[in-house]
């Protein structure tokens, strides 16, 4: 089976966007599937047929493919969908693939020990691919074709069902008959399995672990198992490659069934290590060897698990590959399987469901694994792996690999031994709570010892698997021990009860002294308490104003037809006459389809059309700072900002903000989702809009970012649906909304107020970004709470770990940076008449040697900022205490 890693797939996101055919070998099956899911893109979108073609190939990631669209992409669009597709069947798919496929089903046979209605779905899974060919079977040629190609037994069994003519039921009918013969391969296998079966397996006792438990189904055969067994001598039973044919089936094969609990999907690789073990096979010759089993026997091995018993050492008379072919090999030889070490300890979580669970000791693992189940049971915190972690083929063949990782910490039962927590990768099905690999082993100093079975801490030289021995007792002194004492010898009875006195009284005076006043106590517990109850309350304050104007927090964004009217986004040209046309930039190969999947998204949401403007500025994308999410994407509005007449709409005053923030005790902020795209560009001015792209030239519909008077329109916008409350209850800065009031039940009627503000004005915010109930709000680099106004503790530790500056740039950010602070910060410009002359061009030019005055006003300037104050507003009623405070006039 070749390796489907370099296969195209088809993906869609939602029954809205057009199917994805990625990039790889397109195969018939691919092409089929590619074609139901754009017949289902239509037939959800009800598709005019001159669209077809051109909706759906940008769904094309595979250069070539694109490339061979693109170069006749007109022609294309011009046919119908089914002229397209066999234009496309022609080009990628190999010559004659319509006969290869139906020779293969042609040749396809049901073997005896094959299930019909399994193998009938992938004869039928074939005729679908052959859909809109000449070599399509309808009903009545495939019945035919089925009816020659099944076993002997069904055939014979149906030779009277001819008379059924519809293909359903006739279906039906066969394969009631394969079922019943089934049953009866069945019954006769454990008939003749009971007869050759050694006694003492029926008396045989039942493990205590499994007495109860249902054992696990085995699996059904996939399609590629199916393909795997068939081409390479493979048993359906056994499900083992290279088997004789006078071997293979259920009443011939002589294996058993897989284990269903230790059984994985079959791969390219278990064929490989089959014809290596195949190949590496020589016969030998048999040598005199006598060995006597014992009567009592039991031929079955069972799952490994940590209850199981190992099989009986057998002596067998078998070849090495290594000796000659006479040499006799010794007896007794070692055992199939052995035990694992048994090892049960304490998992702890966050949760209060911290149980005894059964580990495996795995000295070979390079990682330590645990269920995601385990996890989730207690409350360990998820945390994302720097790179996946690949399973293999160990979980199967539909495994994915493991992202996250948890701390692990576990200790005895009897908590005589508690281990150092190390980091274990979650896998979503594990064979034990816990398998514990070499990092569990090598951070904690164990020593796996198979001979003894045992694991030892080397710090403590005690095995952790069992039991702490118990405490070493002091030796009780007999009677007549003491009367042997010499008298000289005994402590002074009267001194030492004295000194005792003395200690127990100054013992008394020191904890009188540091005692904690338990009034005290209670109130801060009682307070906390307090706290976190209404902490409680405005979480759920917040989740239920969110429900109750759900419409204003979407999650994609909103169409263009869901935008206000009432303000548009106009472009004044100082020089009307003058046409900006900028040529394209390049965009690298990696970023293409990034940028395609971009576009189809505004052009979904009616954010932009094709144009066919005179003006053309240039676009391009930049990498994200997340580097799983999409690129940004930039357009160059330079020119025509430059010949565009500015907007001077005045941004409010940060100093005003915080002074009436600072009013209140309870606070809200709310962040505009996409806030440029919520604001139409008026239709006489969206030519100015239009931008190039790798796939053509595109205008925008709603406000673009990049152009000069965005923010100004942006915030005409804000104004004229929040006018009559800015000041009074909240402020707006560009995209963000505050709202500060002086109780709960007045914050929750001035929350309700601009919520419906913004719904009237059609007006949309960010679910993620916005929380309606807060105690303490970081807005514009400050943090807000009932003390007043802090410095932003990020920018505090930036200043903090700045390094000496080497030129005169890094002065000025430092500066910058303090001065942001400055309110805070009293005397600093005392500080800082030190350092300006080392901002001025002749310092950029030839920048001064840092002497011993910079550095120290320098090691000043951090010192003050760790003694900085919290800015408040006035307190008239006590004037005197005002110290730092912001105007509130």
């Known amino acids: 089976m070749s390796n489907n890693t370099n296969m195209a797939s088809v993906t869609q996101s939602s029954s809205k966007n057009p199917p994805i055919l990625t990039a790889g070998k397109i195969t018939p099956a691919v092409a089929h599937a590619w074609e139901n899911a754009c017949l289902q893109y239509f037939k959800h979108n009800d598709m005019a047929n001159e669209k077809k073609v051109s909706k759906v190939t940008g769904g094309f990631q595979d250069p070539i493919v694109s490339d061979w669209y693109y170069n006749d992409a007109d022609t294309f669009d011009a046919m119908s969908f089914k002229d397209f597709l066999i234009l496309f069947r022609a080009r990628f798919l190999p010559k004659g693939w319509d006969s290869a496929v139906l020779t293969q089903l042609l040749r396809s046979r049901q073997w005896e020990d094959e299930s019909f209605e399994d193998w009938v779905l992938s ?16 009903d009545t040629r495939l019945r035919v074709q089925i009816a020659t190609s099944i076993c002997e037994d069904l055939r014979f069994a149906c030779e009277d069902e001819d008379t059924i003519a519809s293909f359903k039921d006739w279906k039906d009918k066969v394969l009631q008959v394969d079922t019943v013969c089934m049953h009866e391969r069945a019954h006769i296998l454990r008939i003749t399995g009971a007869i050759n079966k050694p006694k003492s397996a029926t008396t045989a006792p039942t493990n205590r672990g499994t007495s109860n438990t249902k054992s696990p189904r085995l699996p059904g055969l996939t399609d590629g198992e199916l393909k795997l067994l068939r081409d390479n001598d493979g048993c359906f039973k056994c499900r083992k490659f290279f088997i004789p044919k006078e071997q293979r089936g259920r009443d011939k094969c002589t294996n058993d069934f897989p284990d269903a609990a230790m059984y994985c999907t079959l791969t390219q690789a278990d064929v490989d290590a089959a014809k290596h073990n195949k190949e590496n096979t020589r016969p030998r010759t048999a040598v005199a060897a006598v060995t006597k089993i014992p009567d009592d026997t039991v031929y079955s091995v069972g799952a490994v698990n940590l209850e199981s018993e190992p099989l009986a050492a057998t002596t067998e008379i078998l070849g090495t590959g290594s000796a000659s072919e006479s040499e006799y090999v010794p007896s007794p030889l070692t055992p199939f399987t052995v035990q694992h070490i048994p090892w049960s300890s304490i998992i702890h979580g966050t949760s209060s469901d911290s149980v005894l669970l059964p580990m495996l000791i795995d000295s070979g693992s390079p990682a330590v694994l645990i269920g995601s189940e385990l996890v989730t049971r ?22 994915k690999d493991s992202l996250e990782w948890v701390k692990l910490h576990v200790s005895t039962e009897d908590a005589s031994w508690t281990s150092r927590t190390c980091r274990a990768i979650v896998v979503l099905n594990c064979c034990y709570p816990v398998i514990v690999g070499r990092p569990f082993l090598k951070s904690n100093r164990l020593i796996v010892d198979h001979e003894l079975d045992t694991v030892v801490d080397k710090s403590f030289g005690r095995d952790i698997c069992k039991p702490a021995p118990p405490p070493h007792l002091p030796i009780q002194r007999q009677l007549d021990t003491r009367e042997t004492i010499p008298v000289a010898t005994r402590p002074d009875t009267t001194a030492l009860l004295r000194e005792l006195e003395q200690c127990t009284q ?57 935008l206000p009217t009432n303000i548009y986004h106009r472009f004044t040209l100082k020089d009307p006459n003058m046409v900006i046309q900028h040529r394209q930039y390049t965009c690298p190969k990696k970023y293409r389809e990034a940028w395609k999947h971009l576009l189809d998204g505004h052009l979904s949401a009616g954010c932009m059309r094709p144009s066919d403007s005179p003006y053309a500025s240039p676009a391009f994308l930049i990498p994200n700072a997340d580097p799983t999410a999409l690129p940004r994407w930039v357009n160059d509005y330079c020119a025509l900002n430059a010949n565009t007449v500015p907007d001077m709409h005045p941004l409010p005053l940060i100093s005003d903000i915080l002074t009436d923030c600072a009013k209140g005790k309870i606070w809200g902020k709310i962040d505009m989702t996409n806030s440029f795209f919520q604001t139409r560009v008026h239709p006489d001015d969206v030519k100015f809009t239009a931008v190039t792209t790798p796939f053509g030239l595109y205008e925008w519909l709603v406000m673009p970012q990049g152009c000069c008077n965005a923010p100004s329109t942006h915030k005409h916008q804000m104004f004229a649906a929040l006018r009559p409350l800015i000041g009074k209850i909240c402020h707006v800065y560009l995209d963000d909304i505050v709202i500060w009031s002086q109780s709960l039940e007045e914050h929750i009627l ?17 679910d993620k970004k916005t929380s309606l109930f807060l105690t303490e709000l970081s807005f514009l680099g400050h943090c807000i709470s009932s003390k007043g106004i802090e410095a932003d503790l990020q920018k505090v530790e930036k200043i903090l770990n700045w390094s000496v ?21 009293p005397k600093l410009a005392d500080l800082t008449l030190v350092l300006n002359p ?19 006003t320098f090691d000043n300037i951090k010192s003050l900022v760790c003694s900085r104050e919290v800015l408040t507003v006035i307190d008239h009623d006590n004037m005197g205490d005002n110290h730092i405070f912001v105007s509130c006039c």
């Open 805 to 825: 500056p080497c030129n005169a740039s890094q002065v000025c950010a430092f500066l910058g940076l303090v001065r942001y602070i400055a309110p805070f910060l």
């Open 506 to 562: 100054q013992h008394l005076i020191n904890c009188e002294v540091t005692s904690t006043d338990a009034i005290a106590t209670v109130q801060a517990i009682r307070q906390r308490a307090e706290d976190l109850a209404y902490q409680g309350s405005l979480k759920s304050h917040n989740t239920a104003m969110k429900h109750e104007f759900h419409d204003l927090f979407p999650d994609d964004i909103p169409h263009l037809n869901d």
């Open 838 to 856: 080392l901002t001025t061009k002749e310092a950029e030019l030839n920048f001064p040697t840092w002497d011993t005055k910079h550095q120290t």
């Open 750 to 766: 001035n929350v309700r107020t601009i919520l419906q503000a913004l719904h009237k004005n059609h007006l949309y915010c960010s």
């Open 378 to 399: 207690l409350g360990l915190h998820h945390r994302k792996l720097p790179q996946a972690f690949p399973l293999g083929d160990v979980w199967g063949t539909e495994s």
């Open 123 to 138: 004869i039928e899974k074939l005729n679908t691919v052959l859909r809109g060919t000449l070599s399509h079977l309808d």
